[in-house]
């Protein structure tokens, strides 16, 4: 449990004034009186290095010695709106978008991982009915799951942002694509703000290993993107993660993004928004999500160390991702419902090598299979040659069988095909809308590789530097 212990005495001032804070923020916490138990003082005498200092408080394994209310504040996440718990993991990107939206506003909270306290992860579950779903914030004990920027506006009462200013561009999404543009537009001298809906790296932060980008042997996703993200931040560009653009208009040569955080204005755009892993739309799939079902080996993973997992798919991305696993995870069972896979032949060469990895080829995925607790607990296949139906048991599952275009603000303000793709003209990175540009995953054609994405970037770059020499 979240243990808060205070060492003190009652004839103590600063003991008095840190117990009046604490009963004030109704915070709960064990008193520890010195002046009844020797022992306790020994204990005060060993956290300071042999000084009785009181008040002296271990709060989940951390000592503080005579904290004032400033820093009790700070550690324990007390604001004027209430006090935030916040449950996460460093590996976590959720975590790390909504820590970053609450550094930026000031607000104060608690951390505590998942990861390092066993009764952290079973609150977790506690609160989201079996499911370990991180970020868990609980304010003033109501829990919220996953909250996005939007919701944390809300709860804590925070001013929606209001700005006059008029950017050269505005690239929305933070992933290779998108991070190159910016790149390439800020040495260019314009200046550009970027807009990510969730966080930096794009789909690329969820593959764990690359082994095709120029310059590197191999490079896991998450450290690539986070160098990109460095460099673009040592130009001096402006980045917002959990901006969701909720609609774009145009008015003369002014774009308008509208999100629920604020209204920004630009000379030109570059939709660079990416991509989201295809769901199966099999029976059990949505009650199983967070309980055991999930899309990203990087975020979730790590739940499932010495453990038995499953990987649906048979492209790039599944083959990858259960290369990953094989190396966390007991055994590793593979299901594609083709009859062979689509992946690159060394990739899927090195899985085949894998002792600890279970080919099982044209199966076809019938529905999740839940236990007793309602968790996940295996998948039910077909064969499609005999017919033969199977239960494949494991802890936990990844599906990666596709992916969706992340385009829906933009239908009817650009041109898309079909599937959602942005249309653009033919060999280039131009939509339909002059001054908006498209370059990445959603790009009608794009080759859907980190290093092809970049180059896209640098290309629609290019485009908007024309265009906003045209306006002059």
Not at 154 to 168: F, H, I, M, P, T
Not at 369 to 388: H, I, P, Y
Not at 392 to 404: N, R, S
Request: contains cysteine.
């Amino acid at each position: 449990m979240n243990t808060i212990v205070m060492y003190g005495a009652e004839w103590c001032p600063d003991c008095q004034r840190a117990k009046s804070f604490l009963n004030e923020n109704n915070i709960q916490f064990e008193y520890r009186d010195i002046e009844l138990d020797e022992s306790y003082v020994k204990t005060v005498e060993m956290i300071n290095n042999g000084k009785r200092i009181i008040p002296t408080f271990y709060i989940n394994e951390v000592a503080y010695t005579n904290p004032d209310n400033h820093m009790l504040a700070d550690v324990l996440g007390i604001n004027d709106a209430g006090r935030i718990v916040f449950y996460g993991a460093d590996w976590c990107p959720d975590c790390k978008r909504a820590k970053a939206f609450l550094d930026d506003h000031g607000v104060r909270y608690q951390y505590i991982s998942v990861d390092e306290f066993e009764w952290a992860a079973q609150a977790v579950e506690s609160i989201n009915n079996g499911k370990r779903i991180i970020p868990t914030l609980v304010l003033d004990e109501t829990p919220h799951t996953n909250p996005d920027n939007k919701t944390l506006t809300g709860l804590l009462n925070l001013d929606q942002e209001v700005s006059n200013k008029v950017y050269d561009a505005i690239v929305i999404g933070a992933g290779a694509a998108g991070l190159t543009t910016v790149l390439y537009l800020q040495r260019e001298k314009f200046n550009t703000l970027m807009l990510e809906k969730k966080n930096i790296g794009g789909s690329t932060f969820l593959t764990q290993k690359i082994e095709n980008y120029p310059g590197f042997d191999t490079i896991s996703g998450p450290d690539l993107m986070e160098r990109m993200a460095r460099q673009v931040k040592a130009l001096g560009v402006e980045i917002k993660e959990g901006y969701e653009i909720t609609g774009i208009t145009k008015e003369g040569q002014l774009f308008t993004a509208q999100t629920p955080l604020g209204e920004f204005k630009a000379k030109a755009m570059v939709a660079a928004v990416g991509s989201t892993y295809r769901r199966m739309n099999i029976p059990l799939e949505t009650e199983l999500i967070g309980a055991g079902v999930h899309f990203c080996a990087t975020c979730d993973g790590p739940f499932y160390k010495n453990k038995t997992v499953l990987v649906v798919g048979g492209g790039n991305s599944a083959v990858e991702e259960g290369l990953y696993l094989s190396e966390m995870c007991d055994h590793v069972h593979i299901v594609h419902r083709k009859d062979s896979f689509s992946a690159h032949p060394d990739a899927v060469l090195k899985l085949e090598e894998r002792e600890n990895v279970s080919i099982n080829l044209n199966k076809t995925s019938l529905e999740f299979l839940a236990n007793e607790d309602e968790r996940f607990s295996g998948l039910k296949v077909k064969d499609n040659q005999t017919d033969e139906v199977e239960d494949i048991l494991a802890d936990g599952a990844f599906i990666f069988i596709g992916l969706i275009p992340n385009t829906q603000f933009l239908n009817g303000i650009v041109d898309l095909d079909e599937r959602g793709f942005i249309d653009c003209t033919c060999g280039t990175v131009e939509t339909s809308m002059q001054g908006m540009f498209a370059a990445g995953d959603a790009r009608k054609g794009s080759i859907a590789q980190v290093a092809s994405a970049t180059g896209e970037g640098v290309i629609a770059s290019f485009g908007v530097k024309e265009y906003l020499r045209s306006l002059s």
